[in-house]
Nanobody
Framework: QVQLVESGGGLVQPGGSLRLSCVAS????????MAWYRQAPGKERELVGT???????NYADSVKGRFTISRDNAKKTVYLEMNMLKPEDTAVYYC??????????????WGQGTQVTVSS
């Protein structure tokens, strides 16, 4: 069973930066595709971005150029570096481990989430 634990959320002013971390246990991390999702109040959970086992990232259009996903297989950790944050980035951010079938990512295991609030 895979367990995912996120950290790094908090309150930040518009235009600021935050880095989220997600540590995985169980499973074979280096072979896994990882993702970050977010869910804002009253909205559906949405995919922020993914990183494959081959370190290839993909991003939602809403965060391209501002967010960066990376991974450290030795630490079994995936990161989400968020820059130029906007109030609309406010959400609970979830780490996920899943799999790709073709070009579609399928989420499997979820972390508990970490709150990110962008406000002045």
């Amino acid at each position: 069973q895979v367990q995912l634990v996120e950290s790094g959320g908090g309150l930040v002013q518009p235009g600021g930066s935050l880095r989220l971390s997600c540590v995985a246990s169980g499973g074979i991390f280096r072979l896994a595709s990882m993702a970050w999702y977010r869910q804002a109040p009253g909205k559906e959970r949405e995919l922020v971005g993914t990183v494959t086992s081959g370190f290839s990232p993909n991003y939602a259009d809403s965060v391209k150029g501002r967010f960066t996903i990376s991974r450290d297989n030795a630490k079994k950790t995936v990161y989400l570096e968020m820059n130029m944050l906007k109030p609309e980035d406010t959400a609970v951010y979830y780490c996920n481990q899943g799999r790709y079938s073709g070009s579609t990512y399928y989420p499997v295991y979820w972390g508990q989430g970490t709150q990110v609030t962008v406000s002045s």
